[in-house]
């Protein structure tokens, strides 16, 4: 190998590495980090605009979190996996696509498919359990939300990979946790997609914990981030907590795979508040003292003070965040308070599109044990 072809290969390769600390527009004060020349021409800060539509989703995206919270103990939901803390990441992964691109959430991430202007009670009705989904996907570019790790990151790449050959001008944003990290999933669509050259950014949020198994016992890698090079994709990580930072890397990351880059891994260093489900008792594997470390770095906080210093957030502005954000809780609590009307057959409709013989067999004879019942 030549000399030149082997510094165009050891610069090519060191463009694919994570920047060495995660990539930080707002520090945990609320205050300006003031970034070398090529960070902040590759990561530029938000216009003021944004920055305030952004930090709308954010409030709301808090007070979705703890109504949530509030319906599960009245017994209005069945299990809710929250999002608080996160609150920064679920927001900027819904705000840094366009219309026509598609967003693929896991379970917790009710923040990010709400702000895809999802309607709040259709979102909920999963956790509720009357449903699989209550929205249409297709309508609006949402995959549904699923329990199990990393599948829907193979469907993502899927997706990416159809509107390629299609000549779509898409981008699809796939998010995970840090757990999903560890299925073979998640190594196969990353391959997939990187050896296709797909319109993807796998967007990882690492809280720190699969459930109860904390990173350390996942991955000893430097970051999860560094994992891109493998597959021969550019890795990013950034403050999590950060909304600017996060909107600013998954943005560019987003105009890199809608320009024909391919893929990306972006990692966002952040912190999961709450127990893994109100189900989990978190006390049995963290500590207080280590769940205080992270309450300082609170995305909303952060966010607030910037603005407030920044004359961009008016006490009248904050006033009216906090009114919507009150409009969609209350929705939330009026949609999931109504009785749902079970109808049994619903039970056999929606297994395949012509329901089979026995299906039918099978409806039949619940008709006719409820019809004796009701005799």
């Known amino acids: 190998m030549s000399s030149s072809t082997a510094e165009e290969s050891a610069r090519s390769e060191a463009a694919m590495l994570p920047s060495p600390t995660p990539v930080q527009l707002i520090n945990e004060r609320g205050v300006a980090v003031d970034n070398d020349t090529e960070t902040a021409a590759k990561y530029p800060m938000p216009s003021p605009e944004a920055l305030m539509r952004a930090y709308d989703k954010l409030v709301t995206g808090r007070r979705v979190n703890d109504q949530a919270g509030a319906l599960v103990r009245q017994g209005k939901m069945a299990v809710y996996p929250s999002s608080h803390g996160q609150e920064a990441c679920q927001v900027a992964a819904a705000l840094c696509l366009d219309a026509q691109d598609w967003l693929f959430p896991t379970y917790r991430d009710t923040v990010a498919v709400m702000t895809r202007d999802v309607d709040p009670v259709e979102v909920m009705v999963l956790l509720r359990g009357d449903w699989h989904s209550g929205y249409d996907p297709i309508e609006h570019k949402?995959?549904?939300?699923?329990?199990?790790?990393?599948?829907?990151?193979?469907?993502?790449?899927?997706?990416?990979?159809?509107?390629?050959?299609?000549?779509?001008?898409?981008?699809?944003?796939?998010?995970?946790?840090?757990?999903?990290?560890?299925?073979?999933?998640?190594?196969?669509?990353?391959?997939?997609?990187?050896?296709?050259?797909?319109?993807?950014?796998?967007?990882?949020?690492?809280?720190?914990?699969?459930?109860?198994?904390?990173?350390?016992?996942?991955?000893?890698?430097?970051?999860?981030?560094?994992?891109?090079?493998?597959?021969?994709?550019?890795?990013?990580?950034?403050?999590?907590?950060?909304?600017?930072?996060?909107?600013?890397?998954?943005?560019?990351?987003?105009?890199?795979?809608?320009?024909?880059?391919?893929?990306?891994?972006?990692?966002?260093?952040t912190y999961r508040m709450q127990s893994h489900t109100n189900a989990d008792d978190a006390t049995r594997y963290r500590t207080d003292a280590e769940v205080a470390e992270w309450a300082p770095k609170d995305p909303l906080v952060r966010m607030k003070k910037y603005l407030t210093d920044a004359a961009v957030l008016t006490d009248e502005a904050e006033a009216a965040i906090g009114d919507d954000a009150e409009r969609v809780a209350a929705t939330l609590r009026d949609g999931l308070n109504?009785?749902?009307?079970?109808?049994?057959?619903?039970?056999?409709?929606?297994?395949?599109?012509e329901p089979t013989p026995q299906l039918n067999e099978q409806a039949a004879m619940l008709r006719d044990e409820l019809s004796r019942e009701g005799e």
Request: proline fraction near 5%; charged fraction near 15%.
């Open 142 to 269: 949402v995959a549904t939300q699923s329990t199990p790790l990393a599948t829907q990151l193979l469907h993502a790449v899927g997706v990416a990979h159809a509107a390629k050959l299609k000549g779509e001008d898409s981008v699809v944003v796939a998010m995970c946790g840090d757990g999903a990290s560890s299925e073979g999933d998640f190594h196969e669509a990353l391959n997939f997609a990187a050896v296709f050259h797909v319109p993807v950014v796998f967007f990882v949020q690492n809280n720190q914990y699969a459930i109860s198994v904390p990173l350390s016992h996942q991955s000893v890698a430097p970051s999860l981030a560094h994992k891109a090079i493998g597959y021969g994709m550019p890795g990013e990580r950034v403050d999590g907590n950060d909304l600017a930072g996060v909107l600013s890397v998954l943005g560019t990351a987003v105009q890199r795979a809608r320009d024909g880059g391919g893929p990306t891994l972006v990692e966002a260093h």
């Open 338 to 353: 109504s009785e749902v009307s079970v109808d049994p057959d619903d039970l056999f409709k929606y297994v395949y599109s």
